[in-house]
């Protein structure tokens, strides 16, 4: 009999294609937020996709879509999943194309009458992106077991909690301690890149070698809002120009260490009039590296050279901690072995970190993470610009699917 074809592809675009259409915008892009309809249709349409690749479906405590293959009494399960909510008006890969990516290895280890001997599960994660309650990654936190009765009092805009929305929709926050998922093999994750390197590299997949841990930190300079014709430029107080050196040193400092960023997103200049020198300057500095004693030590030499530049020009420095993620290293292992199945597919080896979070994060000192990448065109991602190509999602799946089956014999 012959054997059929290790990834269906037209399959796999065709489930891309009919995903998207759910929360669809005008501009092209999708909103689709978590504990919406516009989710629930969608979960919906992936348990369709599960149960025809012979998944058995169920949903846990907080809303995360499960398939399982049948359990090998006592074998820990092979974890495999993304999430399938979205930014503001985003795109149909970020997320989405991990979960069915994985949907679509099992369906085609079903056609080739391959039975594996761990457990498989795929999970659609509830709001990892954080969206609607600014906070991320609530689906992982629970399986994780870490996520806690005061995260679910977060609220939406409109004042609803993450607890009013999981009782809305019908699942049972009583139970939060039952999406704590035991014996667990490893976790498995196949993620469009959201970066340039592989499009660079001239490379369609990458070995992920860890995700950065965000520290973001609010700073606050206050200086003497004066006369900006009145007052002489060694008499002032100008907090703008110490935020501008301590932001510039920032970035010579974070250049230093080959896989370290240093981000100002946010800047807030008060009095903010065009004749009048500012008296106080906010803004945040978002920090990652995959180490964390390296991100730290960016952490430190920031602070350190901060607190010069108020000591010198007379400026009162306030810093406060709005975040801090611990990065995750992927495991070693299993980097030998993604490394070793994109050899079979006649790739480039182009190994990298993650410097988007993921929900494989939660994940850490629990049980072993590996993540495909696939390569973005242009690098862009959270847009409806963002693409990957089907020629490069195959390869992934196909690097995906002799993974599981590597890391199925590994004892």
């Not at 008296?279 to 991100?295: A, K, L, P, Q």
């Not at 790739?347 to 990298?352: G, K, T």
Request: glycine share 8%; charged share 25%; hydrophobic share 35%.
């Amino acid at each position: 009999m012959k054997k059929k074809k290790m990834i269906n592809i037209n399959r796999l675009t065709n489930h891309l294609q009919e995903l998207a259409v759910i929360g669809k915008t005008k501009d092209g892009g999708i909103n689709r937020f978590s504990y919406t309809d516009e989710e629930k249709c969608a979960n919906e349409q992936l348990e369709q996709y599960m149960k025809a690749a012979g998944l058995s479906v169920e949903y846990d405590a907080i809303g995360n879509l499960i398939g399982s293959t049948k359990r090998e009494e006592g074998l820990p399960v092979i974890l495999i999943g993304s999430h399938i909510d979205t930014v503001p008006n985003g795109e149909k890969y970020d997320g989405s194309l991990g979960v069915l990516t994985a949907i679509e290895v099992i369906h085609s280890l079903k056609e080739n009458n391959i039975r594996l001997k761990h457990p498989l599960k795929v999970i659609a994660f509830k709001d990892e992106e954080g969206t609607r309650f600014g906070y991320g990654m609530i689906g992982s936190r629970a399986v994780a077991g870490t996520l806690t009765e005061e995260d679910l009092k977060r609220k939406d805009q409109k004042g609803i909690s993450i607890e009013q929305a999981i009782n809305q929709h019908g699942f049972n926050k009583d139970r939060l301690q039952s999406a704590k998922l035991e014996n667990v093999k490893c976790y498995m994750e196949v993620h469009i890149e959201q970066g340039k390197v592989l499009e660079h590299q001239n490379a369609a997949v990458g070995c992920v070698t860890g995700i950065t841990g965000p520290v973001w930190l609010q700073f606050t300079l206050s200086g003497l809002a004066e006369h900006a014709g009145a007052t002489p430029m060694d008499q002032r107080q100008d907090a703008l120009v110490g935020a501008s050196l301590i932001i510039a040193e920032a970035e010579k400092i974070a250049k230093e260490y080959p896989s370290a960023v240093a981000t100002v997103g946010q800047l807030s200049i008060k009095p903010n009039g065009v004749n009048v020198i500012p008296g106080e300057v906010t803004w945040t500095f978002d920090i990652r590296d995959i180490d964390e004693d390296i991100r730290d030590q960016v952490e430190r030499r920031i602070k350190q050279f901060s607190e010069m530049i108020a000591a010198e020009r007379r400026l009162g420095l306030e810093v406060l901690e709005l975040q801090r993620v611990a990065p995750l290293r992927c495991d070693q292992n299993i980097q030998e072995v993604i490394k070793d199945c994109i050899r079979k597919i006649n790739e480039p080896v182009i190994s990298l970190p993650s410097g988007a979070g993921h929900d494989g994060m939660q994940f850490k000192d629990l049980f072993p993470v590996g993540m495909i990448f696939v390569r973005s065109k242009d690098g862009i991602s959270h847009n409806p610009k963002e693409f990957s190509s089907e020629q490069d999602i195959e390869k992934a799946a196909k690097v995906l699917y002799q993974s599981i089956l590597k890391l199925d014999s590994d004892k």
